[in-house]
């Protein structure tokens, strides 16, 4: 996907490497209470960069808003289609144990995954995956990951956008996957745009890569393997490498599925999409 030139070249020169961006953030960090005048003009400059990235993700996600809305449905349909046939068939979905799966919001444009979910909750007891969706809490970018067993544990929130309620049907609290004794192995991600080098555009709420952080640090503390980051992708969302600007909190994804299969990115997905 190509991007118009208001968007890139206007931009690219502002563009840092995830690496630069967070060394950046921890010379912040290290800076004391009674900075110098020096210290103080880096910092508004660090700042400044930040909301130009700001407003590059803005500009990018217009774009990609208007791909997504004159997508045809029918090359909709086929593109969910093969996606979730994709998933379904990947051998690292079918070895997983545990894992946390959105449910996709159709005035989103997100992906599919009612196939997904539907395959996971219908399989026999002995041989069922455990699945966390998420549910949003408030507006600062809190969002659960609880657990589910069937399509009626979910219901509409204000949005209309399917939910766990937080009680199940006896009245208990719900398990949160940041409270489980398990780790999970899998996380299916949704996002608006994504380039071949890992980087996932979200919607401006930073509730997943939130929840991402979160997470990474919960498996690091409990020495459990980090879970598989995929997420998945209509074809008209890949757009070029180095289009999407990172900031410090920004989260890469292991892999992509796209209508024409598994793009692996990281060492982790490399290894096990062989």
């Not at 774009?63 to 046939?85: G, N, Y």
């Not at 949005?159 to 299916?188: H, Q």
């Not at 600007?245 to 796209?258: E, F, H, M, Q």
Request: proline fraction near 4%.
């Amino acid at each position: 996907m190509t991007i118009p030139w208001a968007v890139t070249l206007s931009t690219c020169r502002f563009f840092l490497t995830r690496s630069a961006i967070l060394r950046r953030q921890t010379s912040l960090c290290s800076t004391t209470a009674t900075m110098s005048t020096a210290g103080e003009q880096n910092f508004t400059s660090d700042t400044a960069h930040l909301d130009t990235i700001f407003k590059q993700k803005k500009a990018l996600r217009l774009v990609v808003k208007r791909d997504l809305k004159s997508m045809d449905a029918t090359l909709r349909s086929q593109e969910d289609e093969a996606i979730q046939r994709i998933v379904l068939e990947a051998p690292w979905f079918k070895a997983c144990k545990g894992l946390c799966a959105y449910i996709r919001c159709s005035a989103l444009r997100e992906v599919d995954t009612s196939r997904i979910l539907s395959h996971i909750l219908r399989s026999h007891s002995e041989m069922r995956k455990k699945i966390f969706v998420p549910r949003v809490e408030d507006r600062n970018r809190n969002m659960r990951m609880l657990n589910i067993s069937s399509t009626e544990d979910l219901i509409a929130n204000s949005m209309d956008i399917l939910e766990p309620a937080p009680l199940d049907a006896d009245g208990n609290e719900r398990e949160d996957v940041l409270f489980a004794n398990e780790p999970v192995d899998l996380l299916i991600l949704p996002g608006l745009a994504f380039d071949k080098a890992g980087r996932r555009l979200g919607r401006g709420g930073g509730y997943y890569d939130t929840f991402l952080s979160r997470y990474q640090e919960l498996a690091e503390k409990r020495n459990w393997k980090q879970p598989l980051k995929i997420a998945l992708s209509y074809s008209v969302q890949i757009v070029d490498e180095g289009t999407i600007p990172l900031t410090p909190n920004d989260v890469l994804v292991d892999a992509l599925v796209s209508p024409s299969g598994v793009i692996p990115i990281s060492e982790a997905a490399l290894e096990i999409c062989r």
